[in-house]
């Protein structure tokens, strides 16, 4: 592909975008088609000779578009948001041309220092202490896979990295039973091993108990175990309960534990003063993550991960052969050492087309914007006599189910809401998703996609008695 | 941004990449930028106010660009190639446009099937066998990760995921000495410990010697360690050496080893007929990755994970939270199963447009140039008097020094040698990095960037040759 050919089909892919961004709505949230029905529109081998890209993008079009669920739709209201921006895009496009590996300084120092600033912005944006250290990673499942790392360093004064777990202690994780599913799969990539992630009680809006977490520490230092991380969720994924960070600061700290908080999706919204307490307690905790490719107009992949003790996580990840050194490594910070993997893309481009095209008092408005969204739902669940609402509405996911009068038959209201959800679904208007609560079968509405407005949200509600009535 | 924004800036940016891969080759290749100089000239806080983009992109030229250190220039020889081309770079934008997380088949059907197609494409094309199931990862580093977690659990029957190590056998990774950095990482966050990766002896052209293998699985046994793993390197990044795989098979299954073929670089080049030999013994082994954002024009990160057993893959890595079932998860691939990250990027729309535009043979030919020109290269470091080659050139990298008449001592020999390679790198024209074989101080020429020529190549020499001169 010429210059010429890569202007003009660069040209007609950014117009594409323009249009879809602006009328995904157009679409069927989400992709209606069969298992395999887009697998059987392609070849089974590559072409010989090479295609022009107007037929590539016309099939594009044709055969891969249907199959796609719209995370853009402005009615995408399922798991939660992947939101997404012009300017994120435009990032991500120059990010994909320069195409630097940003595994060391050297090998663009722009994309190690543009990162080591813009994670700092972050972290003043949303409240994280000064005294913390960022970088950009993939996902909170990897920065939770670092965390519980330095935790097992730390426990183990990093003899599991050199010699093995085999004949050490027992190490324990304690997380509320509503914490993330990366915390119990970082646990056996780690070698913890899953049956050592202890489900500490909830309380009744489903946040971690601390005297819970306290006694469960005592009984497993009882039993001859070594506790060794709490991670605390700021925002499950289930329901967004936000664990007391303050509360169970003190107690990780009286027993010398990791404290990793998982602000994957309720992190952005600290933003706001009025949320600036979902970080309360911060102070005490080892590390941190939130992702602006949830819910800070960044396209995914971009996850903030911040640590009180850069020199502890490198430690713990870094690996210097010979072909990596460098005449500056004493000088400067090489990202490499702070993760799994060892190349990296330059993500920081991304994150700060959009936190300067838009500024903090764009997002600050839009993310409080959402919030109300979630809160006027909730609302209306709350005053409609067949619906009830299932967990409190801290930041933008509404947890709620039809519950006629007189059903009360808990399999029959599941078998009810599964036909809600299914129905909606497939109509293609709204996208949402389910999770269970005390095993209930329970709807959840997340609320936080770029171009979501009152109109979308009233819409949802409407699909959803529709769907109720049959 | 409105629509109208984005087409604009979208096009410039589109515009400005097509020029700057054109001519990319204006830019010194290392950026020469002092540590912090980037940091300085970015605003300590992110804007109150949004800012136009067209500042900010003016700010990325002016501030940015001259920190970034140029992957794509024709005369980029350092370390690895991470190449690039216009339809990946379409196909990058495209979706980073959908923004779509390929976690689940139900959240975007279309992109888990081109996946399944598209890494099918891959393995046919460089003889992967069939009976190999094919997913896209981020890096060689996580893909080799999963394949030690896969054979930590085949060898303790899924009990370090549910248990943890501790308590059972002692687990010994074989490698050779010049296996990549990422295998001891993968071990240290497996649990397995540093320690218990065994540097297996090399032969002559630094490949893994399979007698050296066996007999040190054996003193393993009788000592009562619990042999685990064998991780193969077809193309070393010192010095691209092919272990035998074909050899180094037979050990594994004999004690029932999982066999990992880490063929991150050279796995490309096994496209060419003349070099399918590289993959030879395929067929003994558990899993394999190879790396398209290397050397198959693809932009990075677009790593490709082949195993045997993909049902032993997702037993080891998935997890299944309820929020994450769907009513389809008998009848389809499930991506976020086979690795370590729950959310993933719609990769495979890049490699769709890169396969498709370029065409089997177009990749053959300029792979197949690579290697010519190494090997020119090569050729002209033997016929000179005062310069020495250290390793045969299998694919597409020179090991070499200067050795002037009459310096034998190596003190002098490595010092020489780092002044050359500051010198040229400084000098910006090329960009070369090092390595040590034998202790040996080692500069590379790694040759596989798109548009690198025989005339890039020849500048490459004479630069050197001018650099040793003084």
Redesign the interface.
Known sequence: ?D?????R???E??????????HADRYPV??R?R?????DL????????????ER?FAD?QRD?????????HPRFFA?FP?????????G???S??????AML???????T??E??VV???A??VGIPDSFSGVIQ??A??AT?CAL?CAREKTTAFR????????????RIYASGEA???I??G??????????VVAVGIDGDRALDPGDLAARIEADLAAGLTPCAVVATVGT??CTAIDPVGLIGPVARRHNLWLHVDAALAGTAAILPEKRWLFNGLAHADSVVFNP?KWMFT???CSAYFVRDPEHLERT?A??????KT??DR??TNYMDWG????R?FRA?KL??V????????IREMVAAHIALANDFAAWVDAAPDWERLAPVPVNTVCFRCKPAGMTNEDELAALNREIL?RVNQAGVIYL????LDEVFTL?LSVGQTRTTAEHVATAWTELQKAAAG
């Open positions: 592909m210059a010429a050919e890569f202007r089909h660069g040209h892919i950014i117009d594409w975008i323009a249009d879809y961004l602006e989400m992709a088609t298992p395999g029905e887009i697998r392609i070849p089974a081998s590559a072409p010989e000779a090479g295609e022009d890209m590539i594009f891969i578009l249907p199959g796609v669920t719209h995370w853009n798991y992947a939101n997404n921006s012009g300017p994120s895009i435009l991500e496009l120059l994909a041309g320069l195409g630097v590996n300084w050297q090998t663009s120092p722009a994309a220092e543009l080591e600033r700092s912005w972050l003043q944006l993939d996902t499942s990897t896979l790392l599991t990295n050199e010699r093995g777990a085999v004949g050490g202690d027992t190490l993330h599913s990366s119990t799969k646990a056996r990539i780690a070698g913890f091993g899953a049956d050592n994924t289930g490719h396209n995914f992949d990840m690996i210097h052969p010979e072909y990596l005449g500056r000088e400067v799994i993997q060892l190349g893309r481009l700060w087309f936190l300067r095209n838009f500024g903090a008092r764009k299914d998703t389910h999770t269970r959840r």
